[in-house]
C-alpha cells in the first residue's frame, strides 16, 4: 500500500509541475487564435530561421514543462520541426536541480549545458534545412500553416466559435483552461503507468544494463531517456555522478530525454507517424551524438 501511495504522490507531483507551463503556453496559441490570426502566418515566417538557436537556448532551462509547451506549439505549427527537436535535445528537466544538490561544479555543470544546447541548435537547424530543401523539391511552403484551430477542434474546447465571449479574455482563458485539463489528465495517467513501471524494474536493474559495452549503453541510455517522464534524467545523471557511465553515455541519454515532451506531442499532434519519426529523430541524434563524445575522448 505504502508503495503504490508513493507512485501516485509522485505521478501528481510530476503531473502538476507541468500546469503552470501548460496553461500559459494555451493562453498564448489561444491569443495568437483569437487576437492575431492574421498575423500569425507571418510571425512564424520571420522567426522560423532562427527558431533552433532560441529553442536550445531556453530549453536548457531546468524543467519538465518547456518541452510540453513545444509539443503543444509544434502541433499547432506555430514552431518548426528544427525547433522542436532543438528544444528536445537541450531540456535539461531535473538534472541541473540534482547536480547542484550534490555539490556539482557549477563551471563543469555550464559546459554540459552548453554540449546539449550546441547539439540542440546545431540539429535543429539542419533538420530545418533538410525539411525546405525537401518542400523545395516538391514544390511545397518551407512549413504546413499556422492550425491552432485544428487543436482546438480536438479538444472540443469551442475556442474558436465566433460568439464574442469566446474571444474576450474570460472566452481565451477558459478555452486554454479546457486544453490543460485535458492534457493534465493524459499525462497523470500515464505518468502513474510509467512510475509503476520504473518502481517494477528498479533502479539498480537500470544501472546494471547500463554497464554493458559501451554501444550498448548509449542505446540503453538513449531508450531509457525516451521514456516520457523526468524520472530517468535523474536515474542517468546519478549513474554518472556515482562514475557508472561515461559522459558520452550520460549525455545520450540527457539529449533523447525530453521529459514529457513526447507525450504530449503523440497526444495532440493528430499525424501518428510524423510523431513517430520525431521520436525516432530523436533518439538516433541523441545516442549517436554521446557515442561520438566518447569515441572523440572529450571530457569536462
Same mark, same amino acid.
Given at each position: 500500500?505504502?508503495?503504490?501511495?508513493?507512485?501516485?504522490?509522485?505521478?501528481?507531483?510530476?503531473?502538476?509541475?507541468?500546469?503552470?507551463?501548460?496553461?500559459?503556453?494555451?493562453?498564448?496559441?489561444?491569443?495568437?487564435?483569437?487576437?492575431?490570426?492574421?498575423?500569425?502566418?507571418?510571425?512564424?515566417?520571420?522567426?522560423?530561421?532562427?527558431?533552433?538557436?532560441?529553442?536550445?537556448?531556453?530549453?536548457?532551462?531546468?524543467?519538465?514543462?518547456?518541452?510540453?509547451?513545444?509539443?503543444?506549439l509544434?502541433?499547432?505549427?506555430?514552431i518548426?520541426?528544427?525547433?522542436?527537436?532543438?528544444?528536445?535535445?537541450?531540456?535539461?528537466?531535473?538534472?541541473?536541480?540534482?547536480?547542484?544538490?550534490?555539490?556539482?561544479?557549477?563551471?563543469?555543470?555550464?559546459?554540459?549545458?552548453?554540449?546539449?544546447?550546441?547539439?540542440?541548435?546545431?540539429?535543429g537547424?539542419?533538420?530545418?534545412?533538410v525539411?525546405?530543401?525537401?518542400?523545395?523539391?516538391?514544390?511545397?511552403?518551407?512549413?504546413?500553416?499556422?492550425?491552432?484551430?485544428?487543436?482546438?477542434?480536438?479538444?472540443?474546447?469551442?475556442?474558436?466559435?465566433?460568439?464574442? #465571449?469566446?474571444?474576450?479574455?474570460? @472566452?481565451?482563458?477558459? *478555452?486554454? !483552461?479546457?486544453?490543460?485539463?485535458? +492534457?493534465? /489528465?493524459? $499525462? %497523470?495517467?500515464?505518468?502513474?503507468?510509467?512510475?509503476?513501471?520504473?518502481e517494477?524494474?528498479?533502479?539498480?536493474?537500470?544501472?546494471?544494463?547500463?554497464?554493458?559495452?559501451?554501444?550498448?549503453?548509449?542505446?540503453?541510455?538513449?531508450?531509457?531517456?525516451?521514456?516520457?517522464?523526468?524520472?530517468?534524467?535523474?536515474?542517468?545523471?546519478?549513474?554518472?555522478? #556515482?562514475?557508472?557511465?561515461t559522459? @558520452?553515455?550520460?549525455? *545520450?541519454? !540527457?539529449?533523447?530525454?525530453?521529459? +514529457?515532451? /513526447?507525450? $504530449? %506531442?503523440?497526444?495532440?499532434?493528430?499525424?501518428?507517424?510524423?510523431?513517430?519519426?520525431?521520436?525516432?529523430?530523436?533518439?538516433?541524434?541523441g545516442?549517436?551524438?554521446?557515442?561520438?563524445?566518447?569515441?572523440?575522448?572529450?571530457?569536462?
Amino acid at each position: 500500500m505504502e508503495l503504490i501511495l508513493d507512485i501516485v504522490l509522485d505521478a501528481v507531483i510530476d503531473s502538476v509541475k507541468i500546469l503552470p507551463f501548460l496553461f500559459i503556453t494555451y493562453l498564448i496559441m489561444e491569443y495568437l487564435e483569437n487576437k492575431t490570426q492574421d498575423y500569425t502566418a507571418a510571425i512564424v515566417q520571420k522567426t522560423e530561421h532562427f527558431g533552433p538557436l532560441l529553442g536550445g537556448i531556453f530549453g536548457i532551462v531546468p524543467q519538465c514543462g518547456f518541452s510540453a509547451a513545444a509539443s503543444n506549439l509544434y502541433a499547432g505549427r506555430v514552431i518548426t520541426l528544427g525547433t522542436l527537436i532543438a528544444i528536445y535535445l537541450s531540456t535539461s528537466d531535473e538534472m541541473i536541480p540534482l547536480l547542484i544538490s550534490e555539490h556539482f561544479p557549477i563551471g563543469t555543470m555550464i559546459k554540459i549545458l552548453i554540449i546539449k544546447a550546441v547539439i540542440g541548435i546545431i540539429a535543429g537547424f539542419i533538420i530545418d534545412f533538410v525539411v525546405h530543401i525537401h518542400h523545395r523539391a516538391h514544390n511545397r511552403a518551407d512549413e504546413d500553416p499556422v492550425r491552432i484551430s485544428e487543436l482546438c477542434e480536438k479538444e472540443h474546447c469551442h475556442c474558436d466559435d465566433d460568439d464574442d #465571449d469566446h474571444h474576450g479574455f474570460m @472566452g481565451i482563458a477558459k *478555452s486554454a !483552461l479546457v486544453h490543460t485539463i485535458h +492534457i493534465f /489528465l493524459f $499525462v %497523470l495517467v500515464l505518468t502513474l503507468i510509467l512510475n509503476a513501471v520504473i518502481e517494477l524494474i528498479g533502479e539498480d536493474r537500470l544501472s546494471a544494463l547500463l554497464k554493458t559495452n559501451p554501444i550498448v549503453s548509449h542505446i540503453l541510455a538513449g531508450l531509457i531517456g525516451l521514456i516520457p517522464n523526468c524520472a530517468p534524467s535523474v536515474i542517468i545523471t546519478e549513474l554518472y555522478l #556515482d562514475q557508472m557511465i561515461t559522459l @558520452g553515455t550520460m549525455m *545520450s541519454g !540527457l539529449l533523447v530525454g525530453a521529459g +514529457i515532451g /513526447l507525450l $504530449v %506531442l503523440f497526444r495532440v499532434n493528430p499525424e501518428r507517424k510524423v510523431n513517430i519519426n520525431t521520436a525516432i529523430l530523436l533518439f538516433a541524434i541523441g545516442t549517436i551524438s554521446g557515442l561520438m563524445i566518447d569515441l572523440f575522448g572529450i571530457t569536462i
